[in-house]
């Protein structure tokens, strides 16, 4: 398996733009994790999704964050407008029920 | 107060020596123990995975968990310069549902 696929690797974005994050889990993970890491603030899960449905998205920061999952195998986190806060390492990670999460490799974005 | 509280060091230690890196904890629901590494822009991995109290022995690493303290430590025995990375504890809580909390990670370098 391929593992984990994020797309872009990098991004980068003026203020006030639409940024789509895109994220293939592994084959056969039923759970699927959306993760912002920053120095300040550690790596901070922002939504997960069981079996495409969005299971807890508490830590989604603002209505302008929005993440989607319309099959088992793709996901998007969609930031719109972008802002110069939101710049960070963006990380999707799957896994199986209560097994060890798989990371992908990670969108940096920068938000100027 | 977080729910899991993590020293963000640095640590710096010279090759061959014992480190020692710690967790405390808040919310006693929390029963699944992880310890990831994460080398520079790489997402993070899973080093250890442990359930109950006690030790948990993978070569040079040794992952051990206190439930009544809430306390949970990872030791690295002979470490060498390939073991500087930074190292997240994790917890997973059933009754928060399937939702990992991750440690803010230890900056650990190993001096040649």
């Known amino acids: 398996d391929a593992g984990v696929i994020q797309s872009p690797r990098h991004e980068v974005t003026e203020m006030g733009q639409e940024v789509t994050l895109r994220c293939k889990p592994i084959s056969g993970h039923d759970y699927l994790f959306w993760y912002r890491q920053t120095m300040m603030r550690g790596l901070e899960l922002l939504i997960y999704?069981?079996?495409?449905?969005?299971?807890?998205d508490s830590g989604m920061p603002e209505d302008r964050f929005s993440a989607k999952m319309p099959n088992a195998s793709f996901s998007t986190l969609k930031i719109q407008p972008s802002e110069p806060r939101d710049s960070a390492v963006y990380f999707c990670?799957?896994?199986?029920?209560?097994?060890?999460?798989?990371f992908g490799p990670g969108t940096r974005l920068t938000v100027t | 107060q977080k729910e899991v509280e993590q020293d963000p060091g640095p640590l710096s230690v010279p090759e061959g020596a014992i480190v020692s890196l710690n967790c405390t904890y808040s919310n006693s629901a929390f029963q699944y123990f992880m310890w990831y590494r994460q080398y520079s822009r790489k997402g993070p991995e899973l080093l250890m995975y442990?359930?109950?109290?006690g030790n948990k022995e993978d070569g040079r690493f040794t992952a051990q968990v206190d439930k009544s303290s809430k306390y949970i430590s990872l030791f690295i025995r002979d470490s060498q310069p390939s073991d500087s990375a930074t190292y997240l504890c994790?917890?997973?809580?059933?009754?928060?549902?399937?939702?990992?909390?991750f440690g803010a990670g230890t900056r650990l370098f190993v001096k040649a």
């Open positions: 442990t359930y109950s109290s």
């Open positions: 994790a917890m997973i809580s059933l009754t928060g549902g399937f939702k990992t909390i």
């Open positions: 999704f069981n079996n495409n449905v969005p299971i807890d």
């Open positions: 990670a799957s896994s199986r029920p209560l097994q060890e999460q798989y």
